[in-house]
């Protein structure tokens, strides 16, 4: 079955670690981004790739670092430099690169906490 | 800034009663508009899109679009304890460049 991998599911992180969090999709789609969820709040986009070997900031990118080598990952690196990184993390794809008015294809998400 | 607002509920309804859920939007220039349905802990799924103005039906669902007014609905007849979620207003701006989330409205349907 296509679909969007997260891994972990659940993630600790110690002050003044990095940690990254992984994101994987055998859909085929040209674009992925990446979402950070708190409660009681909307989804605030993070940073989004249209197309391998390019990305750009979305929102709220300080602290947060990604990578787009191949077509089918999009990881995600929370830095030392985000101070409230304690969030539920989505990641999503859309089938063309460009493609804000189509189906976003979300993932399960990663709950990150800081120990 | 471009901004969603939805009510954040909670929303009750009893079991079979229609519920409806509101968001209003600041960019005049939307053209696309998403409603996601979202239980505890997981992840959004995608339950109705509208485009143009007026009403959108599937099921026991249908969304409902006014520009004039920057406002878009979504109904749910015949309402069931399994709606019971938040439900995240979604719109696009005039260009395309991305999606903007409400924060959601928490519905809970009483049986």
């Known amino acids: 079955d296509g679909g969007i991998t997260q891994s972990p599911k659940y993630l600790f992180r110690k002050e003044g670690q990095n940690v990254t969090l992984s994101c994987e999709q055998n859909?085929?789609?040209?674009?992925m981004y990446w979402y950070r969820q708190d409660p009681g709040q909307g989804l605030r986009l993070i940073y989004y790739?249209?197309?391998?070997?390019?990305?750009q900031k979305g929102d709220i990118a300080e602290g947060y670092s990604v990578s787009r080598e191949k077509k089918e990952s999009f990881p995600l690196t929370v830095t030392s430099a985000q101070k409230n990184p304690t969030a539920f993390y989505l990641c999503?794809?859309?089938?063309?690169?460009?493609?804000?008015?189509?189906?976003?294809?979300f993932g399960s998400g990663t709950q990150l906490s800081v120990l | 800034q471009k901004e969603v607002e939805q009510n954040s509920g909670p929303l009750s309804v009893p079991e079979g009663a229609i519920a409806s859920l509101n968001c209003t939007y600041s960019?005049?220039?939307?053209?696309?508009f998403f409603w996601y349905r979202q239980y505890s802990g997981k992840s959004p799924e995608l339950i109705m899109s509208?485009?143009?103005?007026g009403d959108k039906e599937d099921g026991r669902f249908t969304a409902q679009l006014n520009k004039a007014s920057q406002y878009v609905s979504l109904l749910i007849r015949d309402s069931q304890p399994s709606d019971s979620a938040t439900y995240l207003c979604?719109?696009?701006?005039?260009?395309?460049?991305?999606?903007?989330f409400g924060a959601g409205t928490i519905l809970r349907v009483k049986s």
């Open positions: 999503a794809s859309t089938r063309r690169g460009g493609g804000w008015n189509e189906k976003l294809f």
């Open positions: 859909l085929n789609h040209d674009a």
């Open positions: 790739s249209q197309i391998v070997n390019d990305f």
């Open positions: 960019d005049r220039g939307s053209q696309s």
């Open positions: 509208i485009y143009s103005n």
């Open positions: 979604a719109v696009n701006g005039e260009y395309g460049n991305k999606l903007v």
